[in-house]
T-cell receptor, first 113, second 116 residues
């Protein structure tokens, strides 16, 4: 069966520090991958998605970037974190084809001090 | 563009009460519709889905019917439990032109609290 892993689960970082969040998927190949941010008490905002290695699409302009160095690895990064980057970050995957639901990781709670 | 509108919460119910969370959508194509549930501190879990008009998705006592004529996908459960307390998200995936890349459009979420 397929599984998705995110780490770390919780992260506290100072303003201006770099960021790297990792997401890996097991049990499937060539998935579509997604990064979302969920601000406290609000819905989900799609940040990036990827349909293949090295292919990244950004949905909103921001301080973050994403990379997909391997088929089942998706990384969210920042060179300098802002206070507004605080939130709950969720990675998700879906198979190719229509009617495919997205499957989510357990998320990373990021607090910027 | 696509959009999903959920009833505003929070919703507070007593155990064994009937639950309805309204969801309506706007889409250019023929979307698939989903309900996700998020328990405190966790990621989202797929609760149920429907892929075409008049389909009924069901899981764990929850049901939702894809109503194309009213562009709705309301979530219902006949008797809620304390363990159902969570945030519920309605979402759609628009397959128009096959270029959606599986992206989902989410509603803002509805907080459900069930008291004993």
């Amino acid at each position: 069966s397929q599984t998705i892993h995110q780490w770390p689960a919780t992260l506290v970082q100072p303003v201006g520090s770099p960021l790297s969040l990792e997401c890996t998927v097991e049990g499937t190949s060539n998935p579509n991958l997604y990064w979302y941010r969920q601000a406290a008490g609000r819905g989900l905002q799609l940040l990036f998605y990827s349909v293949g290695i090295g292919q990244i699409s950004s949905e909103v302009p921001q301080n973050l970037s994403a990379s997909r160095p391997q088929d089942r690895q998706f990384i969210l990064s920042s060179k300098k974190l802002l206070l507004s980057d605080s939130g709950f970050y969720l990675c998700a995957w879906t198979g190719k084809g229509s009617n495919q639901p997205q499957h989510f990781g357990d998320g990373t709670r990021l607090s910027i001090l | 563009g696509d959009s999903v509108t959920q009833m505003e919460g929070p919703v507070t119910l007593s155990e064994e009460a009937f639950l309805t969370i309204n969801c309506t959508y706007t889409a250019t194509g023929y979307p698939s519709l989903f309900w996700y549930v998020q328990y405190p501190g966790e990621g989202l879990q797929l609760l149920l889905k429907a892929t075409k008009a008049d389909d009924k998705g069901s899981n764990k006592g929850f049901e939702a019917t894809y109503r194309k004529e009213t562009t709705s996908f309301h979530l219902e459960k006949g008797s809620v439990q304390v363990s159902d307390s969570a945030v519920y998200f309605c979402a759609l995936s628009d397959r128009a032109g096959g270029t959606s890349y599986g992206k989902l459009t989410f509603g803002q979420g509805t907080i459900l609290t069930v008291h004993p």
